[in-house]
Protein backbone atom coordinates (compact mmCIF):
# COMPACT_ATOMS: atom_id res chain seq x y z
CA UNK A 1 0.00 0.00 0.00
CA UNK A 2 2.53 2.53 -1.03
CA UNK A 3 0.65 4.83 -3.53
CA UNK A 4 -2.26 6.14 -2.03
CA UNK A 5 -5.08 8.28 -3.03
CA UNK A 6 -6.90 10.77 -0.96
CA UNK A 7 -9.37 12.81 -0.97
CA UNK A 8 -10.87 15.73 1.16
CA UNK A 9 -6.91 15.40 2.48
CA UNK A 10 -6.96 19.60 2.71
CA UNK A 11 -9.75 19.23 5.48
CA UNK A 12 -9.42 18.43 9.19
CA UNK A 13 -9.43 14.64 9.24
CA UNK A 14 -7.97 14.01 5.83
CA UNK A 15 -4.49 16.47 6.77
CA UNK A 16 -3.99 14.98 9.91
CA UNK A 17 -4.08 11.70 7.97
CA UNK A 18 -1.91 12.84 5.29
CA UNK A 19 0.94 13.80 7.48
CA UNK A 20 0.09 10.79 10.02
CA UNK A 21 0.72 8.15 6.74
CA UNK A 22 3.87 10.04 5.14
CA UNK A 23 5.35 9.84 8.95
CA UNK A 24 4.76 6.23 9.50
CA UNK A 25 5.49 4.99 6.40
CA UNK A 26 8.66 6.41 4.19
CA UNK A 27 7.33 4.36 0.87
CA UNK A 28 4.33 6.25 1.20
CA UNK A 29 3.34 8.48 -1.58
CA UNK A 30 0.45 10.26 -1.21
CA UNK A 31 -2.02 12.13 -4.08
CA UNK A 32 -4.46 14.37 -2.55
CA UNK A 33 -7.13 15.53 -4.49
CA UNK A 34 -9.00 18.12 -2.68
CA UNK A 35 -11.68 20.73 -3.82
CA UNK A 36 -10.62 23.25 -1.46
CA UNK A 37 -14.14 24.10 -0.09
CA UNK A 38 -14.40 26.65 2.25
CA UNK A 39 -13.55 23.55 4.79
CA UNK A 40 -10.57 22.75 2.55
CA UNK A 41 -7.31 24.54 3.64
CA UNK A 42 -3.93 23.81 2.07
CA UNK A 43 -2.76 25.68 5.53
CA UNK A 44 -3.56 22.35 7.04
CA UNK A 45 -0.57 21.36 4.91
CA UNK A 46 2.09 23.75 6.00
CA UNK A 47 5.33 22.22 6.32
CA UNK A 48 4.42 18.25 4.20
CA UNK A 49 6.36 19.47 1.65
CA UNK A 50 6.13 18.60 -1.90
CA UNK A 51 8.74 14.98 -2.17
CA UNK A 52 6.09 12.17 -1.57
CA UNK A 53 2.86 14.68 -1.82
CA UNK A 54 1.32 16.25 -5.10
CA UNK A 55 -1.34 18.37 -4.24
CA UNK A 56 -4.30 18.43 -6.77
CA UNK A 57 -7.30 20.52 -6.93
CA UNK A 58 -10.06 18.90 -8.21
CA UNK A 59 -13.83 17.75 -7.53
CA UNK A 60 -14.99 14.33 -6.91
CA UNK A 61 -17.58 14.57 -8.88
CA UNK A 62 -15.91 15.51 -11.73
CA UNK A 63 -15.34 11.83 -13.80
CA UNK A 64 -12.41 13.08 -15.83
CA UNK A 65 -10.99 14.89 -13.19
CA UNK A 66 -10.69 12.38 -10.59
CA UNK A 67 -9.93 9.86 -13.44
CA UNK A 68 -6.88 12.02 -14.70
CA UNK A 69 -5.65 12.42 -11.01
CA UNK A 70 -6.21 9.04 -10.18
CA UNK A 71 -3.44 7.17 -12.82
CA UNK A 72 -3.19 3.45 -13.08
CA UNK A 73 -0.70 2.82 -10.09
CA UNK A 74 -2.94 3.58 -6.99
CA UNK A 75 -2.85 0.95 -4.36
CA UNK A 76 -5.81 2.58 -2.43
CA UNK A 77 -7.95 5.17 -2.46
CA UNK A 78 -9.22 6.70 1.02
CA UNK A 79 -12.42 9.32 0.54
CA UNK A 80 -12.26 11.99 3.12
CA UNK A 81 -14.35 14.22 0.76
CA UNK A 82 -17.38 15.46 1.84
CA UNK A 83 -19.58 17.86 2.90
CA UNK A 84 -19.51 17.21 6.55
CA UNK A 85 -21.07 20.07 8.49
CA UNK A 86 -24.53 19.06 9.59
CA UNK A 87 -25.75 22.55 9.81
CA UNK A 88 -25.28 23.41 6.44
CA UNK A 89 -27.10 20.32 5.21
CA UNK A 90 -30.18 21.41 7.22
CA UNK A 91 -29.78 24.87 5.50
CA UNK A 92 -29.30 23.32 1.76
CA UNK A 93 -28.86 19.64 0.96
CA UNK A 94 -27.89 20.14 -2.93
CA UNK A 95 -24.12 20.31 -2.29
CA UNK A 96 -24.73 17.18 0.43
CA UNK A 97 -25.95 15.22 -2.43
CA UNK A 98 -23.46 16.36 -5.26
CA UNK A 99 -20.03 15.61 -3.44
CA UNK A 100 -21.63 12.68 -0.59
CA UNK A 101 -23.32 10.61 -3.11
CA UNK A 102 -22.44 10.99 -6.75
CA UNK A 103 -18.77 11.70 -5.42
CA UNK A 104 -18.63 8.48 -3.95
CA UNK A 105 -20.26 6.87 -6.86
CA UNK A 106 -17.76 8.40 -9.48
CA UNK A 107 -14.82 7.25 -6.84
CA UNK A 108 -15.94 4.03 -7.04
CA UNK A 109 -16.59 3.93 -10.54
CA UNK A 110 -12.93 5.55 -11.25
CA UNK A 111 -11.29 3.07 -8.46
CA UNK A 112 -12.71 0.13 -10.56
CA UNK A 113 -11.70 1.28 -13.76
CA UNK A 114 -8.26 2.02 -12.95
CA UNK A 115 -7.79 -1.26 -10.59
CA UNK A 116 -7.38 0.41 -7.35
CA UNK A 117 -6.39 -2.50 -4.71
CA UNK A 118 -8.65 -1.48 -2.02
CA UNK A 119 -11.35 1.54 -1.46
CA UNK A 120 -11.64 2.95 2.08
CA UNK A 121 -14.84 4.86 2.68
CA UNK A 122 -14.71 7.49 5.72
CA UNK A 123 -18.23 7.60 7.12
CA UNK A 124 -19.77 8.43 10.42
CA UNK A 125 -22.23 7.50 13.29
CA UNK A 126 -24.73 9.44 11.98
CA UNK A 127 -25.86 7.03 9.37
CA UNK A 128 -27.26 4.91 12.55
CA UNK A 129 -29.41 8.28 14.06
CA UNK A 130 -29.54 9.13 17.64
CA UNK A 131 -29.67 6.38 20.47
CA UNK A 132 -31.49 6.56 23.42
CA UNK A 133 -30.15 7.85 27.10
CA UNK A 134 -29.92 4.63 28.51
CA UNK A 135 -26.58 4.33 28.57
CA UNK A 136 -26.26 0.68 28.00
CA UNK A 137 -27.25 1.51 24.15
CA UNK A 138 -24.20 1.45 21.82
CA UNK A 139 -23.46 1.44 18.19
CA UNK A 140 -22.61 -2.03 16.62
CA UNK A 141 -21.50 -2.23 13.20
CA UNK A 142 -25.01 -3.92 13.05
CA UNK A 143 -27.34 -1.06 14.08
CA UNK A 144 -29.71 -0.34 11.46
CA UNK A 145 -29.47 2.47 9.39
CA UNK A 146 -31.67 5.38 10.66
CA UNK A 147 -29.80 9.13 9.60
CA UNK A 148 -31.36 11.67 10.92
CA UNK A 149 -30.21 14.99 9.14
CA UNK A 150 -29.76 15.57 5.78
CA UNK A 151 -25.95 14.93 6.10
CA UNK A 152 -26.42 11.71 7.80
CA UNK A 153 -28.61 10.70 5.06
CA UNK A 154 -25.75 11.40 2.39
CA UNK A 155 -23.22 9.38 3.99
CA UNK A 156 -25.79 6.83 4.41
CA UNK A 157 -26.26 6.27 0.68
CA UNK A 158 -22.42 6.34 0.41
CA UNK A 159 -21.92 3.52 2.27
CA UNK A 160 -24.73 1.72 0.36
CA UNK A 161 -23.24 2.72 -2.66
CA UNK A 162 -19.68 1.49 -1.32
CA UNK A 163 -21.82 -1.92 -0.41
CA UNK A 164 -22.85 -2.37 -3.66
CA UNK A 165 -19.91 -2.08 -5.34
CA UNK A 166 -18.50 -4.91 -3.15
CA UNK A 167 -21.45 -6.98 -3.82
CA UNK A 168 -21.69 -6.24 -7.63
CA UNK A 169 -18.22 -5.71 -8.74
CA UNK A 170 -16.36 -7.09 -5.93
CA UNK A 171 -14.42 -3.88 -5.38
CA UNK A 172 -12.19 -4.33 -1.84
CA UNK A 173 -14.11 -1.91 -0.18
CA UNK A 174 -13.93 -0.67 3.52
CA UNK A 175 -15.87 1.51 5.51
CA UNK A 176 -14.45 3.06 8.96
CA UNK A 177 -17.64 4.71 11.04
CA UNK A 178 -16.60 7.77 13.89
CA UNK A 179 -18.27 9.81 15.88
CA UNK A 180 -16.85 13.38 16.70
CA UNK A 181 -13.32 14.20 16.26
CA UNK A 182 -11.34 16.70 18.19
CA UNK A 183 -7.66 18.15 17.80
CA UNK A 184 -5.93 20.69 15.72
CA UNK A 185 -7.19 22.24 12.31
CA UNK A 186 -10.79 21.71 12.56
CA UNK A 187 -12.61 24.46 10.58
CA UNK A 188 -14.01 26.98 13.31
CA UNK A 189 -17.74 26.20 12.60
CA UNK A 190 -17.38 23.71 14.48
CA UNK A 191 -18.25 22.49 18.06
CA UNK A 192 -15.27 22.47 19.85
CA UNK A 193 -12.84 24.62 17.37
CA UNK A 194 -15.72 27.39 17.89
CA UNK A 195 -16.01 27.50 21.32
CA UNK A 196 -12.17 27.25 22.00
CA UNK A 197 -11.78 30.64 19.52
CA UNK A 198 -14.47 32.12 20.71
CA UNK A 199 -13.65 31.54 24.33
CA UNK A 200 -9.65 32.47 23.38
CA UNK A 201 -11.60 36.11 21.95
CA UNK A 202 -13.72 36.07 25.42
CA UNK A 203 -16.62 35.99 23.31
CA UNK A 204 -20.16 34.39 23.90
CA UNK A 205 -20.27 30.45 22.94
CA UNK A 206 -23.37 29.47 21.95
CA UNK A 207 -24.75 26.00 22.95
CA UNK A 208 -27.70 24.52 21.48
CA UNK A 209 -30.62 23.48 23.46
CA UNK A 210 -30.41 22.68 26.88
CA UNK A 211 -26.88 21.58 26.17
CA UNK A 212 -26.87 17.73 26.85
CA UNK A 213 -26.83 15.84 24.08
CA UNK A 214 -24.27 13.00 24.16
CA UNK A 215 -21.66 12.77 21.99
CA UNK A 216 -18.78 10.40 21.29
CA UNK A 217 -15.25 12.55 21.41
CA UNK A 218 -12.44 10.86 19.80
CA UNK A 219 -8.83 12.73 19.16
CA UNK A 220 -8.32 12.85 15.51
CA UNK A 221 -4.51 11.08 15.25
CA UNK A 222 -6.04 7.97 17.23
CA UNK A 223 -9.10 7.92 14.51
CA UNK A 224 -6.53 8.37 11.33
CA UNK A 225 -4.64 5.28 12.92
CA UNK A 226 -7.72 3.44 13.18
CA UNK A 227 -8.34 4.47 9.35
CA UNK A 228 -4.88 3.34 8.76
CA UNK A 229 -5.15 -0.24 10.50
CA UNK A 230 -8.73 -0.41 8.54
CA UNK A 231 -7.04 0.08 5.54
CA UNK A 232 -4.04 -1.81 5.74
CA UNK A 233 -5.70 -5.04 8.04
CA UNK A 234 -9.06 -4.59 7.69
CA UNK A 235 -11.54 -7.23 5.92
CA UNK A 236 -12.64 -6.31 2.77
CA UNK A 237 -16.26 -5.85 2.42
CA UNK A 238 -16.31 -5.41 6.69
CA UNK A 239 -17.33 -1.81 7.91
CA UNK A 240 -15.39 -0.92 11.30
CA UNK A 241 -16.75 1.53 14.36
CA UNK A 242 -14.23 3.06 15.63
CA UNK A 243 -14.61 5.01 19.55
CA UNK A 244 -12.84 6.16 21.81
CA UNK A 245 -14.71 5.18 24.77
CA UNK A 246 -15.46 8.58 25.51
CA UNK A 247 -19.30 10.09 25.95
CA UNK A 248 -20.07 13.66 26.98
CA UNK A 249 -22.57 16.13 26.89
CA UNK A 250 -22.21 19.09 25.51
CA UNK A 251 -22.51 21.43 28.34
CA UNK A 252 -19.48 19.70 29.81
CA UNK A 253 -17.23 19.52 27.19
CA UNK A 254 -18.20 23.46 26.83
CA UNK A 255 -16.94 23.78 30.76
CA UNK A 256 -14.00 21.48 30.24
CA UNK A 257 -12.85 23.75 27.68
CA UNK A 258 -13.59 26.86 30.15
CA UNK A 259 -11.96 25.67 32.88
CA UNK A 260 -9.12 24.88 30.99
CA UNK A 261 -8.82 28.26 29.56
CA UNK A 262 -9.47 29.88 32.86
CA UNK A 263 -12.65 31.54 31.82
CA UNK A 264 -15.89 32.38 32.59
CA UNK A 265 -18.88 30.24 32.09
CA UNK A 266 -20.85 32.98 31.93
CA UNK A 267 -19.37 33.24 28.03
CA UNK A 268 -22.22 30.06 27.56
CA UNK A 269 -25.46 31.42 25.67
CA UNK A 270 -27.77 28.76 25.17
CA UNK A 271 -29.64 29.14 21.51
CA UNK A 272 -32.10 27.59 20.14
CA UNK A 273 -32.00 24.13 19.35
CA UNK A 274 -31.05 22.28 16.35
CA UNK A 275 -33.86 20.86 14.27
CA UNK A 276 -34.23 17.13 14.72
CA UNK A 277 -30.92 17.81 16.73
CA UNK A 278 -29.39 13.90 17.43
CA UNK A 279 -29.61 13.45 21.67
CA UNK A 280 -27.00 10.50 21.78
CA UNK A 281 -24.39 9.12 19.90
CA UNK A 282 -21.84 6.18 21.77
CA UNK A 283 -20.16 3.85 19.65
CA UNK A 284 -19.19 -0.03 20.41
CA UNK A 285 -15.68 -0.43 19.23
CA UNK A 286 -14.87 -3.88 20.41
CA UNK A 287 -14.30 -4.73 16.25
CA UNK A 288 -11.99 -2.83 15.91
CA UNK A 289 -9.92 -3.14 19.02
CA UNK A 290 -10.24 -7.20 18.83
CA UNK A 291 -10.37 -7.57 15.21
CA UNK A 292 -7.29 -4.65 14.36
CA UNK A 293 -5.87 -3.95 17.91
CA UNK A 294 -6.60 -0.75 17.85
CA UNK A 295 -6.52 1.37 20.80
CA UNK A 296 -6.75 5.21 21.07
CA UNK A 297 -3.31 6.80 22.54
CA UNK A 298 -4.76 9.80 23.79
CA UNK A 299 -7.01 10.54 26.98
CA UNK A 300 -9.71 12.82 26.65
CA UNK A 301 -7.26 15.49 28.97
CA UNK A 302 -4.66 14.87 27.05
CA UNK A 303 -6.19 15.26 23.93
CA UNK A 304 -7.89 18.64 24.82
CA UNK A 305 -4.41 19.61 26.23
CA UNK A 306 -2.94 19.08 23.07
CA UNK A 307 -5.86 20.95 21.12
CA UNK A 308 -6.17 23.49 23.16
CA UNK A 309 -2.98 24.31 23.08
CA UNK A 310 -2.88 23.83 19.38
CA UNK A 311 -5.21 26.74 19.34
CA UNK A 312 -3.90 29.26 21.75
CA UNK A 313 -0.64 29.02 19.75
CA UNK A 314 -2.20 29.43 15.97
CA UNK A 315 -4.48 32.84 16.15
CA UNK A 316 -3.43 33.00 12.44
CA UNK A 317 -4.68 30.09 11.76
CA UNK A 318 -8.33 31.11 13.52
CA UNK A 319 -8.08 34.34 12.05
CA UNK A 320 -7.21 33.40 8.67
CA UNK A 321 -10.02 30.17 8.81
CA UNK A 322 -12.81 32.82 9.57
CA UNK A 323 -12.52 35.12 7.67
CA UNK A 324 -11.69 33.16 4.20
CA UNK A 325 -8.06 34.40 3.84
CA UNK A 326 -5.99 30.94 4.02
CA UNK A 327 -7.87 30.74 0.39
CA UNK A 328 -5.40 33.78 -0.88
CA UNK A 329 -2.55 31.48 -0.28
CA UNK A 330 -3.90 29.49 -2.57
CA UNK A 331 -4.65 32.07 -5.04
CA UNK A 332 -0.68 33.39 -4.70
CA UNK A 333 0.53 29.93 -5.40
CA UNK A 334 -1.76 28.31 -8.11
CA UNK A 335 -4.26 31.19 -8.77
CA UNK A 336 -7.28 32.42 -8.41
CA UNK A 337 -9.75 29.80 -6.58
N1 LIG B 1 -15.30 15.69 11.73
C1 LIG B 1 -15.83 14.63 12.34
O1 LIG B 1 -16.00 14.64 13.57
C2 LIG B 1 -16.18 13.40 11.54
C3 LIG B 1 -16.66 12.28 12.22
C4 LIG B 1 -16.95 11.11 11.50
C5 LIG B 1 -16.75 11.09 10.14
N2 LIG B 1 -16.31 12.18 9.49
C6 LIG B 1 -16.10 12.10 8.05
O2 LIG B 1 -14.71 12.29 7.82
C7 LIG B 1 -14.49 12.94 6.58
C8 LIG B 1 -13.63 14.17 6.79
O3 LIG B 1 -14.30 15.04 7.71
P1 LIG B 1 -13.65 16.45 8.12
O4 LIG B 1 -14.19 16.81 9.44
O5 LIG B 1 -12.17 16.42 7.90
O6 LIG B 1 -14.32 17.38 7.02
P2 LIG B 1 -13.88 18.80 6.52
O7 LIG B 1 -15.14 19.51 6.18
O8 LIG B 1 -12.90 19.45 7.47
O9 LIG B 1 -13.05 18.50 5.18
C9 LIG B 1 -13.65 18.04 4.02
C10 LIG B 1 -12.65 18.19 2.90
O10 LIG B 1 -13.26 17.69 1.71
C11 LIG B 1 -13.04 18.61 0.66
N3 LIG B 1 -14.15 18.50 -0.29
C12 LIG B 1 -15.46 18.84 -0.08
N4 LIG B 1 -16.17 18.63 -1.19
C13 LIG B 1 -15.31 18.12 -2.12
C14 LIG B 1 -15.45 17.68 -3.46
N5 LIG B 1 -16.62 17.73 -4.10
N6 LIG B 1 -14.36 17.20 -4.08
C15 LIG B 1 -13.15 17.15 -3.46
N7 LIG B 1 -12.96 17.57 -2.20
C16 LIG B 1 -14.02 18.05 -1.54
C17 LIG B 1 -12.98 19.97 1.33
O11 LIG B 1 -12.32 20.93 0.54
C18 LIG B 1 -12.25 19.64 2.62
O12 LIG B 1 -10.86 19.72 2.45
C19 LIG B 1 -15.88 13.25 6.03
O13 LIG B 1 -16.19 12.27 5.08
C20 LIG B 1 -16.80 13.16 7.23
O14 LIG B 1 -18.10 12.75 6.85
C21 LIG B 1 -16.03 13.34 10.17
Same mark, same amino acid.
Given at each position: MDKLFITGGAGFIGSAFVSLALAEFPRCQITNFDA? #?????LDNLE???EHRHRFVRGDIADRDAVLAALG #? %? #?DALINFAAESHVDRSIASADEFLRTNINGTQVLLDAGRARGVRRFVQVST? %???GSLPEDENAFFTEDSPFAPNSPYAASKAAAEHLVRAARHTFGLDTVITRCGNNYGP???? %??FLPLMLSNALGDETIPVYGDGLNVRDWIYVEDHCRAILLALLEGRAGETYNIGARNERRNLEVVESVLRALDKPSSLIKFVKDRPGHDRRYAINPSKVETELGWRPRETWESGLQKTIRWYADHPRWIERARNGDYRDYYAQHYGAL
Open positions: L #TYAGNGIG #T %E #TD %EVMRQFP %EK
